[in-house]
């Protein structure tokens, strides 16, 4: 069993910055694939990004390439996603998960498919 605390978000003017950070519990973490989906308003939830277990390999919806970064300390079981040049579209509810799935395939794979998942923590971007 995997336990998943968010944190970090808030409210940001467009081209703000925000880091989130997603703490785990158990002792295991490092076994997990981690990932990072948001869900705004009135849309389906939707993948944003994914890490391997190592954190060696990382992967991104299109839309957040080259803007948003995940990473991982598997010595403090904690994942992260910092968030640059911030878009009133990425407004959403953003959830951490994990899972057993390799990350590769997270982007494809429907969110029935993910193992664990946080409460999700609110960034709302500002025009």
């Known amino acids: 069993q995997v336990q998943l605390v968010e944190s970090g978000g808030g409210l940001v003017q467009t081209g703000g910055s925000l880091r989130l950070s997603c703490a785990a519990s158990?002792?295991?973490?490092?076994?997990?694939?981690m990932g990072w989906f948001r869900q705004a308003p009135g849309k389906e939830r939707e993948f944003v990004a994914a890490i391997s277990r190592g954190g060696m390999n990382t992967y991104y919806r299109d839309s957040v390439k080259g803007r948003f970064t995940i990473s991982r300390d598997n010595t403090k079981n904690t994942v992260f996603l910092q968030m640059d040049s911030l878009k009133p579209e990425d407004t959403a509810v953003y959830y951490c998960?994990?899972?057993?799935?390799?990350?590769?395939?997270?982007?494809?794979?429907?969110?029935?498919?993910?193992?664990?998942w946080g409460k999700g923590t609110l960034v709302t971007v500002s025009s």
């Open positions: 158990g002792r295991t973490f490092s076994t997990y694939t």
């Open positions: 998960a994990a899972g057993t799935l390799t990350a590769a395939i997270w982007p494809k794979r429907p969110v029935n498919d993910i193992d664990y």
